[in-house]
């Protein structure tokens, strides 16, 4: 399995970026996508996750009303919009799977990851 993101950047406050996960390896219409973010010198946590078919998914309270997770099955990818960017969304953004039905929010029940796109959001 592999999980590559990218479109990460400089961006002002206020302003949007979208990130891609391109995901290979495995059979994408049966995995649960989640995307995670990792401040410096803070814990990964849970931002988003999207359900195999695409009609469910869940946010954190920070991003929620602000980042739109979206999939496209045939393409195999993954995409995170982010929309009016505060300086505390700085950070490393991962994307990861999970082979199943639910939408799990907690790193640990995710066994596949990317390598992580950074943002960083200047005032």
């Known amino acids: 399995v592999q999980l590559v993101e990218s479109g990460g950047g400089l961006v002002q406050t206020g302003g949007s970026l979208r990130l891609s996960c391109a995901a290979s390896?495995?059979?994408?219409?049966?995995?649960?996508m989640g995307w995670f973010r990792q401040a410096p010198g803070k814990d990964r946590e849970f931002v988003a996750a999207?359900?195999?078919?695409?009609?469910?998914?869940t946010y954190a309270d920070p991003v929620r009303g602000r980042f739109t997770v979206s999939r496209d099955n045939a393409q195999s990818t993954t995409d995170l919009q982010l929309d009016n960017l505060k300086p505390d969304d700085t950070a490393v953004y991962y994307c990861?799977?999970?082979?199943?039905?639910?939408?799990?929010?907690?790193?640990?029940?995710?066994?596949?990851w990317g390598q992580g796109t950074q943002v960083t959001v200047y005032s």
């Open positions: 990861a799977a999970r082979a199943g039905l639910q939408l799990w929010t907690q790193q640990e029940q995710y066994p596949y």
């Open positions: 390896g495995l059979s994408f219409t049966m995995y649960t």
């Open positions: 999207i359900a195999w078919s695409g009609d469910y998914t």
